[in-house]
């Protein structure tokens, strides 16, 4: 089963933050979070790995809480370019499946 | 360099007829995928290759038939296309518990 991600959809005014929650039914290894701008293909942002470790992105940044299979990804001070699908994609046990959750529709706008 | 490089990037085809899409990463990974992205824009997974061996199969109806000829190489081959096959076909590749590149997408359209 496909994570959960909320809110499906978000408008936002340029400079406004934002934050879009990943949830899975299952234990996490790692969570990774992508971007996808309308006709192209996924683009990674960031990567949280079960024991604290992080790595991606400068301006964003995002939480794993483990006992909770939980992420959030923050992005602060938005920007026209953040516009896009957000996906979380998630690794339970075997790095062979990467999971993607529903994804969230962000909008910036002026 | 494209490090995951698809092709084609357009399949227009007529029901019932035979196609493939073809995938190449030039990263190393021993990892590779293919992912179906519908309409609704969900992001689903198909199959998971590591080392030329396949690892997961995600209920993909038999006329789906991945090849491996190689850990660099994934390939899709497509039986009796159906109206409902029309979608995006990304590929993807990844090393270890590291970040995954996706192709460009592959858009399949069946008439």
């Known amino acids: 089963q496909q994570p959960v991600q909320s809110p499906q959809a978000v408008i936002l005014r340029e400079g406004e933050d934002a934050v879009i929650n990943c949830s899975s039914s299952?234990?996490?290894?790692?969570v990774h979070w992508y971007r996808q701008k309308h006709g192209e293909a996924p683009v990674f942002l960031m990567i949280?790995?079960?024991?604290?470790e992080q790595k991606g992105h400068e301006k964003i940044s995002a939480s794993f809480n483990e006992k909770k299979q939980q992420s959030s990804l923050y992005l602060t001070a938005s920007q026209l370019s953040y516009s896009g699908t957000y996906f979380c994609?998630?690794?339970?046990?075997?790095?062979?499946?990467?999971?993607f959750g529903t994804g969230t529709r962000l909008q910036v706008t002026l | 360099d494209t490090a995951v490089s698809q092709t084609p990037k357009y399949l227009v085809t007529q029901m019932g007829n035979d196609k493939s899409i073809k995938c190449e990463q030039n990263?190393?990974?021993?990892?590779m995928y293919w992912y179906k992205q519908d309409s609704k824009k969900f992001l689903k997974i198909m199959f998971s290759?590591?080392?030329?061996?396949?690892?997961i199969n995600e209920t993909v109806p038999n006329r789906f038939s991945p090849k491996s000829p190689d850990k660099a190489h994934l390939n899709l081959h497509i039986n009796s296309l159906e109206l409902g096959d029309s979608a995006v076909y990304f590929c993807?590749?990844?090393?270890?518990?590291?970040?995954?590149?996706f192709g460009q997408g592959t858009r399949l359209t069946v008439v």
């Open positions: 290759y590591n080392n030329k061996e396949l690892i």
């Open positions: 949280l790995l079960k024991g604290g």
């Open positions: 993807a590749s990844k090393g270890g518990r590291a970040e995954a590149f």
């Open positions: 299952k234990a996490l290894y790692s």
């Open positions: 990263l190393g990974h021993d990892t």
């Open positions: 994609g998630t690794e339970a046990g075997t790095a062979s499946k990467l999971t």
